[in-house]
DNA sequence: AACATATTGTGAATAAATTCACAGCGTTAA
DNA sequence: TTAACGCTGTGAATTTATTCACAATATGTT
């Protein structure tokens, strides 16, 4: 079965919209509707959900329920996944208010900032600590990946001590290139080169236009 | 010419570092030294620079300083470039904060809000609007791009909105499908898909470790 | 001036991703 | 019973993206 990381990324995104999709009372959906929803084609989605193993009906598509089950046990893990965040700025905050209780499988276990006012302090239900129990507590809860939201400044020796901790998983939102070994799975995601790529194809959009 | 999402994303890493290259004093780089920066390869590199017309010198490799010009004329505008902001609660206070004054090119030139605790309040130098101003103030400052980062309960008005004014280009943070136009470029950037990426190939690293 | 060297630029080959197109199927309607 | 329908599952075709591989080249060396 292979799986590339766009496949991931769609069946990640299609569960999302079935789960809505459910939640206003529908029981099936089409590959056409998915598709839509998810602006993709028919035949993709379908190709996707081939390559989990799951198949629908002709008549009535897919069903809902079994769809999302299906693409779950593909995804996810049977036990709950732990995760760690690492500064508690404004980001930080925003990040774990949005993320806290929304998926099953996952939660923020551990909270860690240099901040001495923000040590001790709880949030959403779990206590911020100093980065020096990073090497303690990430092992003790068995927590396997990590958000990192603080300074470019401060991401590499945080990423290294995560590691160290026995972290596989990191998504980054610090604007640096993570120097970390090979097994280990990191995800970049910065503002600036999204807002440069956005105004790359507005620009493109507008300039396009005008040439008629 | 031919540049796909991809190449436009990669040419902006790759601008990223040739600029840290060259703040610590480097004058060239080779395609090799920066695929391993960019995590990519040789090959990769030369073809996408190939694409935006600019070459090298066999002996010396690229000249930072022309390299970063040439990208940057491909893939700027000549104008400076505002954007709007869209929610200023933490998430929108991290953005502001992150991304204002780092790009020359690009800056946010008006925030809206519709909480009116947060209304005329100056940040970074712009002050915040209530949302009913977004179809006076953005044509007139002339933004093109917007950032949306409310809740999902409010993302669908508000690009509305945008799109009325006539932004052409969206980055949304917010957890809905937007439907919009299809002239209207839009970046969705999920944190919680992000995070279950992560959790699937962390996942799989470790399993497939544990496979000797 | 001739040679050695290391890297670029790129056509060709390969690999990966997407789309096409249609047989097969369960359901409904007559 | 039979026919018609609209969808799925998927092999094959196509398109797109990446990598290979090597001639061309600018420079340093003798
Ligand atoms: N990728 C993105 O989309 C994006 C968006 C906004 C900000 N950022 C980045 O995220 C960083 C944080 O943004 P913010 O708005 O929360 O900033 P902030 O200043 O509000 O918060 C930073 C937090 O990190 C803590 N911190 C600093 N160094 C630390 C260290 N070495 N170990 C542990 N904690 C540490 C600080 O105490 C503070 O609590 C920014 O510096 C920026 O680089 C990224
Ligand atoms: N994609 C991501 O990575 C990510 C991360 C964190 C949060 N989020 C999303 O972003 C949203 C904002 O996060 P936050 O932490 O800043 O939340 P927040 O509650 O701190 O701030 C939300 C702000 O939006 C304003 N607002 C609400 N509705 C509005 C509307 N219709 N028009 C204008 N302003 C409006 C509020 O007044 C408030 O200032 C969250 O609800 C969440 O959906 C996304």
């Known amino acids: 079965m292979k799986t590339s990381e766009k496949n991931i990324e769609r069946l990640l995104l299609y569960r999302r919209i079935l789960?809505?999709?459910k939640n206003i009372g529908k029981t099936n959906?089409?590959?056409?509707q998915l598709a839509s929803l998810a602006d993709s084609t028919p035949a993709q989605v379908r190709r996707d959900i081939m390559s989990i193993g799951y198949s629908g009906s002709p008549v009535h598509g897919y069903d809902l329920?079994?769809?999302i089950d299906s693409i779950s046990e593909f995804l996810d893990s049977n036990n709950?996944?732990?995760?760690a965040l690492v500064g508690l700025g404004h980001l930080g905050r925003s990040i774990i208010d949005y993320f806290q209780g929304r998926r099953p499988k996952l939660m923020i276990a551990a909270v860690f900032d240099r901040d001495p006012d923000k040590i001790d302090r709880v949030m959403h239900g779990c206590r911020c600590y100093s980065n020096e129990k990073i090497l303690k507590v990430?092992?003790?809860e068995n927590i396997n990946i990590a958000i990192i939201?603080?300074?470019a400044s401060g991401a590499q020796d945080v990423a290294d001590l995560l590691v160290q901790a026995g972290i596989k998983g990191i998504l980054n939102y610090a604007p640096v290139k993570l120097t970390l070994?090979?097994?280990i799975y990191v995800e970049n995601r910065d503002m600036i080169l999204a807002v440069?790529?956005?105004a790359y194809f507005a620009r493109k959009i507008t300039t396009e236009g005008s040439s008629t």
Chains 1, 2 share one sequence.
């Open 29 to 32: 959906i089409y590959s056409k």
């Open 19 to 21: 789960i809505s999709f």
């Open 65 to 67: 329920e079994k769809l």
């Open 181 to 183: 070994p090979p097994d």
């Open 196 to 198: 440069e790529k956005v």
């Open 138 to 140: 990430i092992p003790k």
């Open 80 to 83: 709950l996944q732990k995760v």
């Open 149 to 151: 939201a603080v300074p």
